[in-house]
């Protein structure tokens, strides 16, 4: 007999490692008023999975093309705190909590790490500048499909190894 396959819930008993990534505020993701425009987020929460991903030795493009392997976002449940602002320094954190047999779910959070950089005597921080903390929580599940077809598709082997081996770091 060959060895046994990983299941999904043997994922399951703890949380797996958060991850953080940061980024910052430009004139692209604000509205007129400076503001973060609310969809954004979900962009900056995009970034940051593809980039635990990354983390774990794998890139999009080479998931699909290589091992037919695509993830599409399923549910989000998000909650905004307080706002973003154009030149905000922002930690955004992924932290897997479930992993089923064609799907992953994370708990992700968006806080500030600093205020707008770069004030001078002429720009000194204003009333809206505000301090450091949560902005957004959200939760966000995302499905395992096959590239050809976007059906779903049961978690390969590989990323289950690599969700445990992470889970041990």
């Not at 320094?89 to 779910?105: D, I, K, Y």
């Not at 720009?123 to 301090?131: E, I, L, Q, T």
Request: aromatic share 12%; hydrophobic share 40%.
């Amino acid at each position: 007999a060959g060895p046994r396959r990983r299941h999904a819930a043997d994922l399951r008993g703890g949380f797996l490692k958060e991850f953080s990534w940061r980024t910052r505020v430009y004139w692209e993701d604000t509205d007129a008023g400076g503001v973060v425009y609310y969809a954004n987020y979900l962009r900056f929460m995009e970034r940051a999975r593809t980039e635990w991903l990354r983390t774990l030795g794998y890139c999009q493009r080479t998931l699909a093309t290589r091992h037919g392997v695509l993830f599409a976002v399923t549910r989000v449940r998000i909650d905004y705190r307080r706002p973003a602002r154009l030149d905000d320094e922002l930690s955004v954190t992924c932290e897997p909590r479930t992993v089923g047999a064609a799907s992953v779910s994370f708990a992700q959070q968006i806080s500030r790490v600093s205020a707008a950089a770069g004030y001078d005597a002429a720009d000194p921080p204003g009333p809206f500048d505000a301090a450091p903390g949560v902005l957004t929580q959200a939760e966000v599940r995302i499905a395992c499909l096959d590239a050809h077809t976007f059906r779903p598709l049961r978690m390969p082997e590989f990323l289950l190894s690599a969700f445990a081996a992470q889970e041990k770091l």
